[in-house]
């Protein structure tokens, strides 16, 4: 199921909202909660039934660790944290690169192994990393004794359970269990419906609209020409942001509507000056995760500036792994751990530079990565990249055939949309000036609202609905 879909937003959305409010307006706080983990693993299963006893038995396996973690403080300890958070990692490994081993164990030693062909199961690596978290943090004492209800709450919370953002305990626990948020809050209600309706608009009406662009010159065309090729790699960069942002905006408007603050995941990333900013403003909580949770216990810059250099560079490769079974992830994460240990560096020199010259640089590298991140295989990143450089044939007539009569118009959409991204304010931003203090104020909101959903609507009857980027991580 969908965010973007008409099942979910006409369905299953306000079937679970009424029937949260329900239950503990009659002070069943003990069955909204029920009702909310039974409609979430409903929402994860109707992906595929078949999946849910994994996150089952991950939930109930990881319970248990986390109390025993709790309870005994000796010399076994370390040896429960390093057990369980192999078997997650094992659990990991096994749906998500099991294949990408096996077809790389084929080609060094000449082996002939058979394929699993396992379909990754939905979600998996933001559990199991939310969990591994919850783990470490039990270790390190951090943790209350949480019954198994709240833990379950904790994991499978649909608002951020597909695509994150990867949460912490001590941010959702005190929420779950506190008693002013079983009670409706209108006002929270109409900001989570703006907040789904900026991020539905975002997914549906611009990210949707470039992907075609993208999978065209990704998936389809043989050869492009520089400004082909630079209208593919564009197109994907402004695709993967307004999906991404668009998903990260639904999921917390979402959460508001059931009175739960999710952690900000996405901040104007293309704003940033330099690729460490960058990734203060991106996809916030997996940083987060990998700063905490690897780059920390592999010593941080603890042991010297070369060795934090070295963690540094470790941490994106792990990261871009993280993100997909491919080399070409691997590369993509190994671009973004050299480019920051280029700015750590540079930074330690005090060296500096114009802003808009900063930004230009960090913007173009960010594009220039997204292709390693976007292609299937090395084959298609020459096929984008190369000609991107290759100036002979800039003005060659066939540039621009593929994008039909409208080729000028979606060029300055594109210069329109990565303007906007510089000088817009964010969702986050724009939250802060929803006022509905009075029935006019009300009006006008809704009046606006309304129009937009409409808009959405047509379109998103129009053209069948798309999953999110992230969903395949």
């Known amino acids: 199921m969908l965010f973007n879909s008409l099942p979910f937003i006409f369905l299953f959305l306000p079937i ?35 999946y849910l006893p994994l996150i089952l038995v991950s939930m109930v396996f990881n319970f248990f660790v986390g109390s025993g973690l709790n309870r005994i403080d000796n010399k076994y300890k370390k040896l429960l944290l390093t057990f369980g958070v192999v078997v997650n990692v094992l659990l990991l490994g096994y749906f998500k690169y099991i294949d990408f081993i096996i077809e790389n164990m084929n080609a060094v030693a000449g082996l002939a192994i058979n394929a699993k062909n396992i379909a990754l199961p939905l979600a998996i690596s ?30 499978t919370f649909f608002p951020q359970l597909i695509a994150g953002p990867i949460v912490a305990h001590y941010e ?30 975002k997914k549906v009406m611009i990210a949707d609209y470039f992907a075609g662009f993208a999978n065209t010159g990704f998936d389809t065309m043989t050869e492009l020409t520089t400004l082909q090729a630079w209208f593919v790699s564009l197109s994907y960069t402004i695709q993967i942001y307004f999906d991404f942002s668009g998903y990260c905006d639904m999921a917390m408007g979402l959460a508001r509507m059931f009175n739960i603050n999710l952690p900000i995941n996405f901040n104007s990333p293309y704003k940033a000056l330099n690729i460490q900013d960058f990734w ?32 540094v560079f470790m941490v994106f490769l792990i990261g871009g792994l993280w993100h997909g079974a491919a080399w070409t992830f691997v590369a993509w994460g190994a671009l973004h751990g050299l480019a920051n240990v280029v700015w750590r560096v540079w930074h330690k020199m005090n060296f500096c530079m114009k802003k808009w010259l900063a930004w230009f640089i960090t ?16 084959h298609d990143v020459w096929k984008i990249l190369f000609p991107m450089f290759d100036l002979t044939h800039l003005f060659a007539p066939q540039n621009l055939k593929f994008f039909g009569s409208g080729t ?52 998103m009857i ?6 999110f980027i992230y969903f395949n991580f």
């Not at 913007?363 to 090395?378: D, E, L």
């Not at 909101?445 to 959405?456: N, Q, R």
Request: aromatic residues 18%.
């Open 16 to 50: 679970t909202l009424v029937g949260y409010f329900w239950l503990c307006a009659h002070r069943m706080g003990i069955g909204a909660r029920v009702w909310l983990v039974i409609a979430s693993l409903f929402f994860y299963s109707a992906w595929n039934v078949s």
């Open 172 to 201: 959702m626990m005190p929420q779950f269990a506190s008693l002013r948020n079983w009670v409706k809050n209108y006002r929270h209600i109409f900001i989570g419906v703006f907040l789904f309706l900026v991020g539905l608009f």
């Open 462 to 467: 129009m053209i069948p609905y798309t999953e």
């Open 280 to 311: 203060r403003r991106w996809h916030i909580t997996l940083s987060r995760f990998l700063r905490d949770y690897i780059y920390i216990p592999l010593g941080g810059n603890r042991r010297g500036y070369s060795r934090a250099l070295a963690n």
């Open 408 to 459: 000028y118009l979606t060029f300055a959409i594109v210069i329109a949309l990565i303007v906007g991204c510089l000088l817009l304010p964010n969702s986050m931003d724009l939250v802060k000036h929803v006022k509905v203090t009075n029935k006019k104020s009300a009006l006008v909101w809704g009046g606006g609202l309304a129009v937009v959903a409409v808009m959405i609507l047509v379109k």
């Open 126 to 155: 933001f559990f199991t990393f939310q969990q591994i978290a919850y783990l470490v943090d039990s270790y390190r004492g951090l943790t209350r004794g949480y019954n198994f209800l709240n833990y379950s709450l904790f994991v």
């Open 363 to 378: 913007f173009n590298f960010i594009n220039i990565s997204m292709i390693f991140f976007r292609a299937k295989s090395f």
